[in-house]
T-cell receptor, first 108, second 115 residues
């Protein structure tokens, strides 16, 4: 069983829709990270959180430590949000343990 | 200028050749990491380094070696490249858990093809 599970694996949405991507993990963590990988391959960090909720523009990330679950929400989705979204948890050595990613495609 | 740079960005090589991928960072971070990404799989940790004198194997270190030449430089070598090492390789840096700079910063990636 993977230590970090994401769902769905693939997601297609219409522009303007509200999007939710889920992440469940089975290991103790120092923090949970949400990353975005652009079609060109580059990876950027969106959020790092260890409790509660964070918001940046149209993106919202939440985490429930007791349930070992996090969600990434995108409000008013736009085609430029099309990317692979990756959940990762901080391991005991400071490295990240990654989920396989959710490929999001937003159609105009 | 980018905070984390990788060279080369693309490389095609033949089986058995020795290859070095280089990573440099201007973040001033002590921690550096090498990951590989294969289609359909999550990123996997190859090696990581907490400082110049501290090098650790990750989950898939076989067939790879690393060198931390300075705080800012961390190189990954494939001693004798094989086709199943064809992948996208990422270098990353962080300040470490519990620090304000625990966010990981990724380089642009190196696409390596071994024929």
């Amino acid at each position: 069983k993977n230590e970090v599970e994401q769902s769905p694996q693939n997601l297609t949405a219409q522009e303007g829709e509200f999007i939710t991507i889920n992440c469940s993990y089975s290991v103790g963590i120092s923090a949970l990270h949400w990353l975005q990988q652009h079609p060109g391959g580059g990876i950027v960090s969106l959020f790092m959180l260890s409790s509660g909720k964070k918001k940046h523009g149209r993106l919202i990330a939440t985490i429930n430590i007791q349930e070992k679950h996090s969600s990434l929400h995108i409000t008013a989705s736009h085609p430029r949000d099309s990317a692979v979204y990756i959940c990762a948890v901080g391991g005991s050595q400071g490295n990240l343990i990654f989920g396989k990613g959710t490929k999001l495609s937003v159609k105009p | 200028d980018a905070d984390v740079t990788q060279t080369p960005r693309n490389r095609i090589t033949k089986t058995g050749k020795r290859i070095m991928l280089e990573c440099s960072q201007t973040k001033g971070h002590d921690r550096m990491y090498w990951y590989r990404q294969d289609p359909g799989l999550g990123l996997q940790l190859i090696y990581y380094s907490f400082d110049v004198k501290d090098i650790n194997k990750g989950e898939i270190s076989d067939g790879y070696s690393v060198s931390r030449q300075a705080q800012a430089k961390f190189s990954l070598s494939l001693e004798s490249a094989i086709p199943n090492q064809t992948a996208l390789y990422f270098c990353a840096t962080s300040g470490g858990p519990g620090t304000a700079t625990d966010t990981q910063y990724f380089g642009p990636g190196t696409r390596l093809t071994v024929l």
